[in-house]
């Protein structure tokens, strides 16, 4: 009886299991690889079919259906950022309803039931599409009622995200949404800012367009805008001490103007008499000579923050020729070494100008409510006051002195009023540079009582993480910097 054979696919054939290859494997040849330097023509792509793309973008973006999809998928303002670019209502609600679940690994199932849990959401309704524009419009508010901080109690400001963006300043390079005839996004410059009704002046670049004033959810700055937590809104306020608003008082100018005499800003000076140098002449209630020195030092951190940013682009150029191991130029390093000397004058200036405007803000201070910087003040007696007594009695708790050594005890005592005194710093609420020179100088009190051979464990141990603290307290942008204590005095 003949075998039978099963029926076989007809992708096969029998032809294919009598052809056996005997041959072995060819052997492949080993390729040297050699590194190649980089060159600008290794990665270039092809120039047609870039071309090719950029002429199909642009048509693209001539659509006026597709140039608004654009605005709306990737242009965000300042206000708008934060609420956008957060977690979305799924991940806060299922934060909310799950909040013991770590993971987000699950499989369908499991996203299945706890999709049914949260309930089905309204999606594409009117109703819907009104609610989320309606509380977007209250986020918003909130925001700008921070910004301009009118808000005592956080309570009502838990729906917003952890990092508020501030407020943007004249003269900030930004790209703004401009409606009507030229519709579209352009860059500019803001001219000026209205907090009443939420708008900036901005100031086009294009020839043609002109200044328009445009919301401020509209207008998004081109360069990275700084934000600050939420918490630090919440705390305390006192009365604004650094800002040094003058004091509405009856004076008598010594020079008769009848042009401003009833004028409460040019016919009052408070400070005529008081400070030496300025000639009795004031603008706004404050003497010249201060608001020079203001100016001064307004234009040198400008001219230091571009310099910075040259320095910036060139430690990355140098890092890219370095990486590709290729030769830093001669002129490279000129211009280089011209920009480090540039910045170590502007340091100089800085120092002196910032020394000068600290002697005035010294002369100011009383008639702020505040004592000169060159004083102790109260809060640091009462700190030091303070941790004398708990040292005191913590050290006799047994009924004999645990350190009899009186040195050791004044150096326990004093670091312990330091850690009171940043205490006492952080419940205070707003800071102003005077508060944080008492810290500086409690510091530098310290530090010159101790032997030179531990100045290195006081300055890892000690000085170190209360720089660290005094950084993350203060919130005043630039002044911190009236707080340094190596200005030059020359």
């Known amino acids: 009886m003949p075998f039978r054979n099963s029926k076989r696919s007809r992708l096969f054939s029998d032809e294919d299991d009598r052809q056996i290859n005997t041959r072995s494997p060819k052997r492949n040849q080993r390729v040297a690889m050699v590194p190649q330097k980089f060159t600008a ?44 670019e957060g977690d979305n209502d799924f991940c806060v609600c299922l934060k909310e309803s799950f909040p013991n679940l770590k993971t987000r690994k699950l499989t369908r199932v499991e996203w299945g039931k706890i999709r049914r849990l949260m309930g089905k959401p309204r999606r594409c309704s009117s109703a819907f599409f009104e609610e989320e524009r309606s509380a977007l419009k209250q986020k918003r508010q909130k925001i700008r009622l921070l ?29 703004a949404r401009l409606r009507g005839v030229h519709d579209g996004l352009f860059t500019g410059q803001i001219a000026a800012v209205d907090t009443y009704n939420a708008t900036y002046r901005v100031t086009f670049d294009r020839a043609g367009l002109g200044t328009h004033t445009i919301p401020d959810y509209e207008v998004l700055s081109n360069e990275p805008h700084e934000t600050m937590p939420i918490a630090a809104f919440g705390q305390k306020q006192r009365p ?28 009052q000076s408070p400070w005529r008499s008081k400070i030496a140098g300025s000639d009795t002449e ?21 001219i230091k923050k571009e310099h910075i940013k040259k320095l910036r682009e060139m430690n990355t150029d140098a890092e890219k020729l370095k990486s590709y191991s290729m030769p ?41 409510g505040l004592q000169p910087a060159d004083q102790p003040t109260d809060m640091r007696r009462r700190c030091e006051e303070e941790a004398q007594e708990i040292v005191r009695h913590a050290n006799s708790s047994t009924g004999q002195p645990c350190v009899e050594n009186e040195n050791l005890t004044n150096l326990i005592s004093r670091l312990t009023a330091i850690l009171l005194q940043i205490k006492c710093l952080a419940e205070g609420g707003d800071l102003n540079s005077f508060e944080f020179k008492s810290l500086t100088d409690s510091l530098n009190d310290i530090k ?19 720089a660290h603290i005094q950084s993350g307290l203060s919130q005043m942008g630039n002044l911190h910097a009236f707080a340094a204590n190596n200005t030059n005095r020359d």
């Open 41 to 84: 023509t290794m990665s270039t792509p092809d120039k047609k079919a870039s071309q090719k793309i950029g002429f199909r973008l642009r048509n693209l973006l001539k659509l006026p259906k597709a140039h608004k999809w654009c605005i709306y998928e990737w242009f965000y303002s300042n206000i708008d950022k934060p609420l956008f």
């Open 147 to 175: 910004q301009q901080k009118k808000v005592a109690d956080l309570s009502q400001f838990k729906d917003l995200p952890d990092e508020i963006p501030l407020p943007l300043v004249i003269g900030t390079k930004v790209t």
């Open 240 to 267: 604004s001490r650094f800002l040094m608003t003058p004091p509405r008082l009856h004076y008598t100018p010594l020079l008769p103007a009848p042009s401003t005499d009833n004028d409460p800003l040019l016919g």
């Open 282 to 302: 004031t603008l706004g209630g404050f003497p010249v000579e201060f608001l020079i020195q203001v100016t001064r030092l307004s234009k040198i951190l400008m």
């Open 328 to 368: 830093i130029g001669i002129e490279f390093q000129r211009r280089y070494a011209t920009i480090v000397l540039e910045l170590e004058q502007l340091n100089k200036d800085l120092n002196k100008v910032l020394h000068k405007v600290q002697q005035f803000c010294y002369e100011l201070a009383p008639d702020q």
């Open 448 to 466: 010159s009582t101790i032997d030179a051979s531990n100045i290195s464990c006081f300055q890892n141990n000690v000085e170190i993480h209360v």
